[in-house]
C-alpha cells in the first residue's frame, strides 16, 4: 500500500513518541523520509521505470532520465513505438568493446547499446548509429522521486515503508543524540539487506551470462553467476 508524505510523518512521529511537533520539526522529518526512500532506491535498485525517447539520425548517443541509476534493457522502434514497421530489444554491449570493434562513423539499423556517464547524466549509445530517426523504449532502476506535497505519496515500494520508517527514526534519534540511534540503525541495516534479497528478482535480469552462441541470458536463469 503507497503512503503519502503527510501519512509517513504521522508514523514516524508515533514511533518517535512524539505526536506533535517538538524535539523535531516536520521539516526535519520530512527531509529524512525522503532521504531515506532515496538510500533505500540506490541500495536495492528496486525502484523501475520506463520511458520512451527520440533519437535523431547520426546521433552520437541520448541522455537517461535523471532519476536513472542503471538502464536494464532498450528497445528499438523504427521510426516510431506508436507506428512501428520494425522494433528489437538491442544487446548490451560495454562501451570499450563498441569502439573497438566498430568505427565511430558507422551507420544502419541499431543492434546494440552501450553506457557512460553517472548519475543523473547517464548517456545510451545506439550502435551503429541509427541512420534515420527513431525512438527508443529504456526500462531503468531509478532514484526515489521526492513527494512535491504533503498528499503526494512516497517513492517506496509497497509492502516496504516500515525500512523507510527506520531510516527515518535512526536519523532523528541520531540528531536528537539518543544512544539507541545505532540500534536502530541496525535493524535499517538488516532490514535493507532483507529488502535486497527479498527483491533481487526484480533486479537480477540485468545480470547478464555470454554464452558460446555470442547470446546473452540473465544470471538467473543459468545460476552461474
Not at 523535531?24 to 531515506?36: F, K, N, P, S, V
Not at 523504427?78 to 520494425?86: D, L, Q
Not at 527508443?136 to 517506496?156: H, R
Amino acid at each position: 500500500m503507497t503512503i503519502t508524505l503527510s501519512a509517513a510523518r504521522t508514523k514516524l512521529r508515533l514511533r518517535l513518541d512524539e505526536t506533535t511537533s517538538g524535539a523535531w520539526t516536520d521539516a526535519q522529518l520530512d527531509e529524512w523520509i525522503r532521504d531515506g526512500a532515496r538510500d533505500i532506491s540506490r541500495r536495492t535498485m528496486a525502484l523501475q521505470g520506463m520511458t520512451t525517447l527520440s533519437v535523431l539520425a547520426n546521433a552520437v548517443s541520448v541522455t537517461a532520465p535523471a532519476t536513472t541509476l542503471k538502464v536494464s534493457m532498450v528497445k528499438w522502434y523504427s521510426p516510431t513505438k506508436s507506428a512501428a514497421t520494425m522494433e528489437k530489444v538491442l544487446e548490451y554491449i560495454d562501451h570499450r568493446q563498441a569502439n573497438r570493434v566498430m568505427n565511430s562513423i558507422d551507420t544502419g539499423q541499431p543492434r546494440y547499446y552501450s553506457t557512460w556517464g553517472t548519475p543523473p547524466s547517464i548517456g545510451v549509445a545506439l550502435h551503429p548509429k541509427p541512420d534515420a530517426a527513431c525512438e527508443i523504449e529504456l526500462y531503468t532502476y531509478k532514484v526515489a522521486t521526492d513527494p512535491a506535497n504533503d498528499s503526494a505519496n512516497v517513492d517506496i515500494p509497497d509492502g516496504w515503508t516500515d525500512v523507510l520508517m527506520l531510516f527515518a527514526e535512526y536519523s532523528a534519534q541520531k540528531r536528537d543524540r539518543q544512544p539507541e540511534w545505532k540500534d536502530t540503525k541496525a535493524l535499517y541495516e538488516q532490514a535493507v539487506e532483507g529488502m535486497i534479497e527479498s527483491t533481487a528478482m526484480w533486479a537480477e535480469a540485468t545480470q547478464t551470462i555470454q554464452m558460446p552462441d555470442g547470446g546473452q541470458y540473465p544470471g538467473w536463469l543459468t545460476s552461474w553467476e
